[in-house]
């Protein structure tokens, strides 16, 4: 075993704490958004750190000879700086916690993360460059090392990547009771009715949908899907009471999630509003009604803009909840106001897709604040 000195024993102790650390920011899907954000600053630090430790590194750039090698570990080196600042940068964009910075990008959150895979590849041929080199002269110790890096990659495919490639690619199952149920919120006399139009519903799926589908579906526990829009509106019904109904089309979506971006965007270019189906006759017994859809293509759905065209909201209050992916509420807000003229008047609530199953506090205290 290689004996280190002080200085050698602090940076192995920092390089083992970042790459803890790293594991742990790449479980996102585990630890939510609030630790993400505090761990990812963390993180950050402990990179100025650790560059600040290895300054001898940047001092040679310049000197001596660049064999092959040389060239590959100084370009992965830069490779892994720019990754670690468009990290940083996407990160804080997106963050909903420590920054709030009111850019809305849509897709950021996914960019961040294929950054962030980037960055584990980028990280592990970095730390192997190290342990190699170290190892070619003593290279009985190869075997070890490889085996432990093999162990390490197991493990994190374990806790990462197939978690990860299920919550985007597969479904995601929810506990209903502890995702929807929470704190009820008093909401005086009003007579509310929770709307939602969600995908789910509203799609054909395919029969193998379970295996092979988009990233908005939630699974409850009787192996039913729910959209992230209809969770939201069964959170809001659960807190203020009151009734409950979707948005339903007559024409249904493809299977597809990609198809489906695509028919949406033929249809915001239509003039004509689908066809809906078992809808209400009127809202009369209604004062509040809380819209619940998802942003598509930056505004509401058709869908949405038919029901706001189909009833008479003047009178009632009308209260807008997006749920999107990474755009806020793009145009959607002046869109309800245009299509239901004075009725929205409280603030309206945008939820991140990816913080659907852990958002029903903050539903709760913003239903408190209207
Ligand atoms: C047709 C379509 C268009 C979309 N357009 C946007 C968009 O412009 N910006 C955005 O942030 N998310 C967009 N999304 C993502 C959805 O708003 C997001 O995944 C939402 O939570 C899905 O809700 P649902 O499961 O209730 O359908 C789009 C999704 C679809 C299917």
Known sequence: MKKYNASGRTKKVIDMIMGLLFIALLGYSFTGAPFHELAGIVFVVMVVIHNIINIKWYKAIGKGAYNKKRKIVTAVNFALAADMAAILLTGIVNSRYLFHTGIHIAGIGQIHTILASVGFMLIAFHVLVHAFGHAKKRYKMLP?????????LAVLLDVWLLPYLKRHFLTVEIDQKTVISGESVEFGNRKILTVYFTRVGNTDFDSGVDAVSGASLLLNEKKEFLGNSQVVGMMIQNAVGGDIVSINTKEQYLSSYFDTVSV??????CRELPELVDMPENLDGYDTVFIVFPLWWNTIPKPVEAFLDSYDFSGKSVIPVVTHGGSGTGRSIEAIKDACDGA??????????????YCRERVTEWLKGL
């Open 144 to 152: 070890v090392m490889l085996m432990i890096l093999i162990s390490v």
């Open 264 to 269: 949406a965007s033929k249809e915001m270019k």
């Open 344 to 357: 929205v008047r409280e603030e309206p609530l945008e939820i991140y897709c990816g913080d659907i199953p």
